[in-house]
């Protein structure tokens, strides 16, 4: 079979257009699987970006509550029980909800994340949130700085040393300074708040919170701390649900995954994309036997069996499918830096994604070349002469 390379070679070259066709289709089906997927990933990444940068080790929320974007109040009196639980090293209460936010220039609307807690209880890292000072001032907010620039040029604005007022909510507030976490299919950006100006913003009960927060202390073993919890509080009441980290970004991902159309849609491209490509390298592949049908036919007669002469197409399918994802894969890295510009989503090219899409290129170009090669096997010499 390795001595079969240079013949498929030799064979995809003698027609140079035609080969054209073939990899400016592979490149096309491997850059909308590409795009497609990552898409899909980019939206399960930004919808766990405010998951993965909260500083805890436990989540409390309501039962009722789907996602982020979708979160229901509880009581605040179960985050008060859990400090009673022993191992838990303090707990705090997060505000979420969104309001209409009033571009600062051109003073067109629109909606925008908020999230509230108590600014002397540090819950990021100080690269996100380098200073959360000025929270603790009367209707002052943080902008992230990474969210849509139809809110406007907040971020640019700021680091002129310029104040800026707007409103949220109809109420007017000051930006005080900014964070970075980004944009989600959610959200198209981002706001931070002192709990106290997030309550007479949205004019809440204090003793209703969308999120409770737990840390644990360093010696605390996660697993019991939970069981504890669980057994101590979600079970008796009911009107809470007590999850680790990880089941907490879990949480979030299925709910994009499974309960939304989004995800599906995203995979359907992709393997429209796929099929689309086996159906472009089936043409070319038969076309090419129909055209050397004869040649095949007289490597039959001279002693050549089937296994040699189905070699030589499938040795032109791998290399198709080679020489169609280099620059298929050259390109979507200018593609997904281009739409992560535009797009403020953490669209950016993966090994376990490169590797998934050049399997499937490999495997589309292959059954392609199984379907093809039958034209081989019916080659006849006698038939033929």
Request: glycine fraction near 8%; proline fraction near 4%; hydrophobic fraction near 50%.
């Amino acid at each position: 079979m390795i001595g079969a390379i240079p013949l498929a070679w030799l064979q995809l070259m003698r027609e140079k257009a035609r080969l054209a066709v073939a990899l400016a289709g592979i490149g096309f089906a491997v850059i909308l699987m590409f795009i497609q997927l990552g898409f899909r990933d980019a939206l399960f990444d930004s919808s766990v970006r405010l998951h993965e940068a909260l500083q805890g080790d436990i989540f409390m929320v309501s039962p009722q509550s789907t996602a982020l974007i979708a979160l229901d109040s509880f009581s605040r009196r179960r985050l008060l029980q859990a400090e009673g639980v022993p191992g838990v090293a303090s707990t705090i209460s997060l505000y979420i909800n969104f309001a209409l936010w009033k571009n600062p220039v051109d003073r067109s609307t629109r909606s925008i994340f908020v999230l509230g807690y108590d600014p002397s209880e540090p819950i990021f890292e100080a690269a996100l949130l380098p200073d959360a000072e000025p929270l603790k001032l009367p209707d002052y907010v943080l902008f992230d700085r990474d969210s849509r620039p139809e809110f406007g040029p907040v971020a640019e604005l700021i680091e002129a040393g310029k104040t800026v007022t707007t409103e949220l909510g109809g109420r007017r507030i000051t930006v005080g300074g900014l964070f970075q976490l980004g944009a989600s299919f959610g959200a198209d950006g981002n706001l931070i708040t002192s709990d106290l100006n997030f309550l007479r913003l949205f004019d809440s009960e204090p003793g209703l919170i969308h999120m409770g927060m737990v840390r644990l202390a360093p010696t605390a073993d996660l697993d019991q701390v939970l069981a504890t919890m669980r057994r101590e509080i979600q079970e008796p009441s009911g009107d809470v649900l007590i999850l680790s980290k990880a089941e907490f970004i879990e949480l979030e991902r299925s709910y994009w995954q499974n309960s939304t159309a989004i995800g599906f849609i995203f995979n359907l491209g992709a393997g429209i994309g796929w099929i689309v490509g086996m159906v472009i390298v089936y043409q070319i592949l038969y076309t090419d036997v129909a055209d050397h049908l004869a040649e095949y036919a007289t490597l039959k007669a001279m002693g050549y069996r089937n296994r040699y002469l189905l070699s030589v197409v499938f040795q032109e399918a791998v290399v198709l499918s080679v020489l169609g994802f280099i620059p298929a894969f050259f390109l979507c890295l200018g593609l997904y830096a281009m739409t992560e510009n535009a797009t403020s989503l953490p669209i950016q090219m993966t090994l376990a994604r490169g590797q998934l899409v050049f399997t499937l290129t490999i495997v589309m170009c292959v059954i392609s070349g199984a379907i093809a090669v039958r034209k081989v096997q019916e080659a006849d010499p006698a038939d033929i002469f």
